[in-house]
């Protein structure tokens, strides 16, 4: 049973760094797409950055220089590492996962919580 577990967040004031962690039961190669997702209350969960088999990472306008995604096959671990974070960053994070390339996750997190506080 696939599962994927999330850790790193926190409280961080505007302008500090959070990395976000998610690990993975089984390895990560049998993955298509990872991915963190955001959420805030009342909001649907948003892509904020993602891997996909063989291509660049992609993130989202707002995160653009700030975010950076990264994966360790052989701890079957990936990373979100957030700078310069802003009040607007705050919500619950989710890894994600799916088999296929285009498809919508197949395996979710439980997800961490950020609040950033200005």
Same mark, same amino acid.
């Given at each position: 049973q696939v599962?994927?577990?999330?850790s ?6 505007v ?10 039961s089984?390895?990560?190669?049998s ?5 963190? @997702?955001r959420?805030?209350?009342g /909001?649907e *969960?948003?892509?904020?950055a !993602?891997?996909?088999t063989?291509? +660049?990472? @992609?993130y989202v306008?707002s995160? /653009?220089? *700030?975010?950076?995604?990264? !994966?360790v096959?052989?701890?079957? +671990?990936m990373y979100?590492?957030?700078n ?18 285009y ?6 997190g439980?997800g ?5 506080s200005?």
């Amino acid at each position: 049973q696939v599962r994927l577990v999330e850790s790193g967040g926190g409280l961080v004031q505007v302008g500090g760094s959070l990395t976000l962690s998610c690990t993975v039961s089984g390895s990560i190669f049998s993955f298509n797409q990872m991915g963190w @997702y955001r959420q805030v209350p009342g /909001k649907e *969960r948003d892509l904020v950055a !993602r891997f996909r088999t063989g291509g +660049i990472p @992609y993130y989202v306008d707002s995160v /653009k220089g *700030r975010f950076t995604i990264s !994966r360790v096959y052989r701890n079957n +671990i990936m990373y979100l590492q957030m700078n310069s974070l802003k009040p607007e960053d705050t919500g619950m994070y989710y890894c994600a996962a799916a088999r296929t390339d285009y498809g919508s996750p197949d395996y979710w997190g439980q997800g961490t919580q950020v609040n950033v506080s200005s």
